[in-house]
């Protein structure tokens, strides 16, 4: 589905750099969202934006940021990466309240070495 | 704390066989949906439920709202390799989402 998309699919980087992850949606729903997905953790919701500027956060938002500044871009930075932030980040889109579900894109999977 | 247990974590069954799996809480959702997972890829919604009772088909697969509105199940009849995957339930409560960690399921040919 082209309707959403994340890049980089991979990336591996190493401790304490910066690393910017990104989702471009062609749907123009107000609502996306970054989880990331670990074994035995299940998804779980870093951050989420209900507007362009408009963000909050989520259950494990410590040691990310995000920022909206287009209706069709929702960035997510680790500000400073580390081992504990390897896994695979979703980022997803809802067109209404979160009760429709959700569209996920492929993913990022982020390797700290 | 896991609001969302699902059962079994994993199942491995041959073509042709039917199935079942679990999504409990003690809490009420307000909706749940079930989303499929493969590899390398991003969860798909299946489907959502809202009403307590709800009964949902989707050609070879059922899902169910429990009464009470704190579980659900997924019902797979004649299973085919196709349907292989990780299984997730997702309930809707006070605004938030909660994942179940999910039911890693293999069909063999």
């Known amino acids: 589905d082209a309707g959403i998309t994340q890049s980089p699919r991979h990336k591996v980087t190493e401790t304490g750099t910066p690393v910017t992850l990104r989702c471009h949606q062609t749907?123009?729903?107000?609502?996306m969202y970054w989880y990331r997905q670990d074994p035995g953790h299940g998804l779980r919701l870093i951050h989420y934006?209900?507007?362009?500027?408009?963000?909050d956060k989520g259950e494990v938002s410590d040691g990310y940021s995000v920022s909206r500044s287009k209706t069709e871009d929702f960035l997510l930075t680790l500000e400073s990466a580390t081992s504990s932030q390897t896994s695979v980040y979703f980022c997803?889109?809802?067109?209404?309240?979160?009760?429709?579900?959700?569209?996920f894109g492929s993913g990022t999977r982020l390797t700290v070495v | 704390t896991q609001l969302l247990e699902q059962s079994p974590q994993f199942l491995s069954i041959q073509e042709g066989e039917n199935l079942t799996v679990y999504c409990n809480s003690s809490?009420?959702?307000?909706?749940l949906q079930w989303y499929r997972q493969e590899p390398g890829e991003g969860p798909v919604l299946l489907v959502t439920v809202v009403t307590g009772g709800e009964v949902k088909k989707l050609k070879r697969l059922t899902f169910q709202f429990g009464d009470a509105r704190k579980d659900s199940s997924l019902h797979i009849t004649a299973a085919q390799p196709g349907d292989t995957g990780l299984y997730l339930c997702?309930?809707?409560?006070?605004?938030?989402?909660?994942f179940g960690d999910g039911t890693t399921l293999t069909v063999k040919p």
């Open positions: 809490s009420v959702f307000s909706s």
């Open positions: 934006s209900y507007g362009v500027k408009d963000t």
């Open positions: 749907e123009n729903h107000r609502y």
């Open positions: 997803a889109i809802s067109e209404g309240d979160r009760e429709v579900g959700y569209t």
């Open positions: 997702a309930g809707e409560r006070a605004g938030k989402s909660t």
